[in-house]
Each structure stands twice: as C-alpha cells, then as structure tokens.
C-alpha cells in the first residue's frame, strides 16, 4: 500500500483535510468539518473513488471531529500529519517537527494571529493526544517568507516597535508560493530566476521569488495588507482607522469587522465576494460590480508592478488560486496596466487554457525580435501536496538523523 500523509487544516469552527499519497498520481481522499461549535457539526468527506458522503457529527468537539475523520477514511492510515500553521513569527523559517518546544512556540505567535493559531493548536492537541505514535509536523504560512530583506519586512514606524512586539511584515500563503516557485523552476528555461507569483484566491496576495527565495510579498503583519481581497480591503490609509473612530464614532472591533469582513470585492460592488458572481453582473452592465473589477485588476497591476522592483530581473509572472487559475479576465486586464514591464500576453493562449491547467500564456515564444519579455503562466497552486511533501521529507530526515527537527 503506498504512503499517505494526512494534511490538516483547522480552524476555529472547521477543520479541512486530505490524506495526500506520496506517489504524485493516486487519489486524494479529503473533505472538510463545517460547523464545529455549534450543536450541528458536519462531516463531508469525498474518498479515493470521488464518492462523496456527509456525516452528522452531533456534539462532536476538535478531537471527536479528528477521530471521525480517521474512522471514515478507511483502510488507509497516514504515516505522518502535517498541519498548517498560520503564523510562525521570526522563529519558524521552515517546517518543523512537533514537540512541546515547538508548541509553546506556536502559542508564542498567537498575539500576531490571535484567530488563527489557536485554532491551528486545537488541531494539533486533538492529533498527538488520538496519534500519539505518529510523527506530526507544522508547516507555516509565514516561513517561506522568512528570507526577505530588512529593508523589505520593516515597516517605517519606530524601531522598538519591531524589536518590542515584532511588529513588521511577515507574509502568508507560503505553501502556495513555495509551491508555484517550485513548479516554475521545472517548468521553465528561466529556472529559478525572477518571478512575481500573483496567488489570487478568497485571500489574495503577491511575492516576488529570486532563486527560489522570497523578496517580497504583498500581505504584511497580518493578511489584510496589500492586494484587494474578496472580503478583505487590501491597503487602506493607516490614518483611515482614526478617522473612522474619531469622526464617525466606530469601535475598534467595528474597524476590524468593516476591513475583514465587509470589504474589498464585496464592499466595492455591494453584491457578493466572488469573482464568478461579478464577473457575470459586470457582463450584464452592473456598475458595482464594473467598479470592484477594475479596482481589483488595477491594484492588482499596480502590486505586481512595485514587486519587480525586489527582483534583479524578471524573467517572468504567474497566476494561480480559483482567480488566478480561472479567470482570463482579470489576467488580461491586469496585465494591460502594466505596459512598463513589458508583458506580452497572447490573447487566445490566456482565454483557451483549460480551466484547472498549467500552461504558458505569454507570446515571447513565437517573437522574432531580441527583447527579453516576461513570460507569463498560470499554474493551479497545490498547498496540500506542498504540507505533505514538507512533512513527509522532514519525517524521512529525522528517521535517518535523529537531532534534525526543520
Ligand atoms: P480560497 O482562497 O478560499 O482557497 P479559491 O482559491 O478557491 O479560494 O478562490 C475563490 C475565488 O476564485 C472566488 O472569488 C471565485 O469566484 C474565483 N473563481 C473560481 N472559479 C472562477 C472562474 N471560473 N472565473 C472567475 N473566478 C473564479
């Protein structure tokens, strides 16, 4: 039977899952417990067959939910679990090997995301207390981001803020652009040269890649930095939340919902969050959602464009999360703003690529001319693949020497 590990991704009142085999093309048996906290938690699981079947959980806690989830995968049990961990802080810089150490550590990291790791813990308590004998490994949103520069992850505000509290840019989505800079490296002549990787999903945001290593990235301190989101603002004047106090009498807690909750593509068109719904009612002439598009493309352009300056060169642009990977649209029409840079998309490549596949969409190839252009490429992310293949090497590397933890 071949190897699966089980990859993890709790959150507070729901917890994804995939049992992802080590061999590249089997199935992927996985599904998600919704509701966890409320009276009526839900089991939906799709096994390796794609049968899907849905479970009442009634009752059920983090640990009773983890114990179904085994029960109902069945026969195959993992070798190992990966979780993903929201935020790692400056101690994290790459996947590591559970201990009570690395646990204190995550909690350590819970000021900087008070929602997330928490919940990320809740998981991890629940998995070594049921699978005491299964190696367990963390897998951080914000390590691949670890290599930027200082310069890059400051922020301009006083510096014992930084060395006080932490407060500086530290990035999220690592697993998707450690992922997407993987597969550029393979894919591409360019190797590992320049990129600036758009990962453009519920959440979005943008990273400048130089040999594999990140520069720069869009999301900062928390992930409600940089591009717009479907929810979420992207970057607002900081002096906006003063503003919003002081003249408007709005709590700190009402700040917070309004950037998180009630913003970007939802905010902008007044009508939904998700790119498809826009897409459509843009077509059919509604102005909000003309409006949350073009801003979306333009901030979009305008991000992608500021992150090449991170780059010594940039040899190329990729797309990837449900936008990303499926919306010609925004593509094109981010990429018509920035003209600066030189993209040269081929129009029936970027709308004719299959949805859910990778390819090449730029024109260079076909170019008589000398000039070195960008080449552009949409490639679907895999951050489950990425959290296996993160802990399913470090498991091995531990077996073979004993001392290695990361
Ligand atoms: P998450 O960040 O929650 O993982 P996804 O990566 O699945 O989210 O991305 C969700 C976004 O992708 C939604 O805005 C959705 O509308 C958009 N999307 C999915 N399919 C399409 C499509 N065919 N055209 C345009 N947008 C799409």
Redesign the pocket.
């Known amino acids: 039977m071949n190897d699966c590990i089980l990859v993890i991704n709790c959150g507070s009142s729901s917890i994804k899952f995939a049992l992802v085999p080590l061999q590249a093309d089997h199935p992927r048996p996985g599904g998600l417990v919704e509701r966890l906290g409320t009276s009526e938690p839900v089991l939906k699981i799709t096994d390796e067959n794609g049968i899907r079947q849905q479970f009442d959980l009634a009752g059920a806690d983090h640990p009773a939910a983890m114990k179904a989830i085994l029960e109902h995968l069945g026969e195959r049990q993992p070798i190992a679990i990966g979780h993903r961990v929201v935020h790692g802080g400056e101690r994290f810089k790459s996947a590591t090997l559970i201990d009570d150490d690395v646990i204190d550590g995550i909690r350590k990291c819970t000021s900087l995301a008070p929602l997330h790791n928490p919940a990320n813990l809740d998981g991890i308590e629940a998995t070594r207390r049921l699978f005491p004998e299964l190696p367990q490994v963390a897998v951080f949103d914000t390590a691949f981001h670890q290599t930027m520069p200082e310069h890059a992850y400051r922020y301009a505000i006083p510096t014992e803020l930084y060395q006080k509290h932490g407060i500086r840019r530290y990035g999220f989505h690592g697993s998707s652009h450690a992922y997407i800079t993987e597969r550029l490296a393979e894919l591409s002549e360019r190797g590992t040269g320049g990129w600036v990787i758009a990962h453009?999903?519920?959440?979005c945001s943008a990273t400048a890649v130089w040999q594999g290593r990140s520069m720069d990235t869009s999301m900062g301190m928390t992930p409600l930095e940089g591009l717009v989101m479907?929810t979420r603002s992207g970057d607002v004047d900081p002096g906006l939340h003063l503003h919003l106090a002081n003249q408007c009498g709005w709590s700190v807690q009402q700040i917070d919902q309004m950037l998180n909750k009630h913003s970007g593509?939802m905010g902008v068109s007044g009508l939904s969050?998700?790119?498809?719904?826009?897409?459509q009612a843009a077509d059919k002439g509604h102005a909000g959602a003309r409006l949350a598009l073009d801003v979306f493309c333009y901030r979009l352009a305008r991000t992608l464009a500021a992150l090449s300056c991170a780059l010594p060169r940039l040899d190329g642009i990729a797309f990837t999360?449900?936008?990303g990977?499926?919306?010609p649209?925004?593509r094109a029409r981010a990429l018509s703003m920035m003209n600066a840079l030189r993209p040269c998309l081929s129009a029936a490549a970027n709308e004719n690529l299959a949805?859910g596949s990778e390819g090449r969409i730029d024109q260079a190839r076909n170019d008589d001319t000398t000039e070195v252009r960008p080449e552009i490429w949409v490639i679907p992310?895999d951050e489950e693949g990425h959290i296996a293949r993160e802990t399913s090497e470090l498991v091995q590397t531990h077996a073979n020497h004993p001392e290695a933890r990361t």
């Open positions: 453009l999903g519920n959440g479907g593509l969050p998700d790119m498809r719904d826009l897409e999360g449900g936008i990977e499926n919306s649209l925004v949805r992310t």
